[in-house]
């Protein structure tokens, strides 16, 4: 079965500081897909990224970034600088790789993050 | 373009009630998925409806269902409601096409059963 752990329930910061949230996954599966959404008080999930499992580079989209470690079965996402705007729960979850888009996603149980002006 | 649009927002019920929630996905998108999110259990996958026909299924009792239209808009129905079933119901559409694609997500109906 999969699993997929976030440790931190709730992590608060200030503005302009630098914030990790940490996501540890369980699959038996050798091939997978990963993925980071954020939820804003609105509630509408927000896709943020999706890596492979076979790509283990770490990758960088503006303030965020992730680092994926396959040998500690580890999907990290970074903020830089944080902002009130970031203010949101965020979500990690793990997909069987199935064909033709389609996914299967098992959720952890979210990151609420606070971003204190 | 538009959203991924769900009807209605907000719903009560009460239990031993049915219940039909409604998805409109983005134009062009085949793929519709449903996912239940409580304090408790947390965001949990339910269907995906591709083509008019249910792709894959979660881990949720017959009483919950879906169906898919030939436009594409979904919708998922609650049978005989229990008070666990009180949730936010998130649907997402994506054009399904290869595994590049995104998932949109609608802004999900809150249901609160009594």
């Known amino acids: 079965a999969q699993k997929v752990t976030q440790a931190q329930t709730e992590i608060s910061v200030v503005e302009k500081e630098d914030v990790t949230l940490d996501c540890v996954y369980e699959?038996?599966?050798?091939?997978?897909?990963l993925f980071w959404y954020k939820q804003p008080p609105s509630g509408e999930l927000v896709f943020l990224i999706r890596r492979n499992s076979f790509d283990e580079q770490n990758e960088i989209s503006g303030r965020y970034s992730w680092n994926f470690q396959k040998s500690t079965s580890s999907f990290n996402f970074t903020i830089t600088a944080s902002q009130v705007v970031d203010s949101a729960v965020y979500f990690c979850a793990l997909s069987e790789v199935k064909s033709g888009g389609s996914y299967i996603p098992t959720f952890g149980r979210g990151t609420s993050l606070i971003v204190h002006p | 373009k538009a959203g991924v649009t769900q009807t209605p927002r907000y719903l009560i019920k009460t239990r031993g009630q049915q219940v039909t929630l409604s998805c409109s996905p983005i134009?062009?998108?085949?793929?519709v998925s449903w996912y239940q999110q409580t304090p408790g259990q947390g965001l949990q996958f339910l269907f995906e409806y591709f083509s008019e026909t249910q792709r894959n299924k979660g881990n949720f009792p017959g009483r919950f269902s879906g169906r898919q239209f030939s436009n594409s808009r979904s919708e998922m129905n609650v049978s005989t409601l229990e008070l666990g079933d009180s949730a936010l119901y998130l649907c997402?559409?994506?054009?399904?096409?290869?595994?590049?694609?995104?998932?949109?997500f609608g802004p999900g109906t809150r249901l609160t059963v009594l």
């Open positions: 997402a559409s994506s054009q399904a096409i290869d595994d590049t694609d995104t998932q949109y």
């Open positions: 699959t038996r599966d050798t091939t997978y897909y």
């Open positions: 134009s062009g998108h085949r793929s």
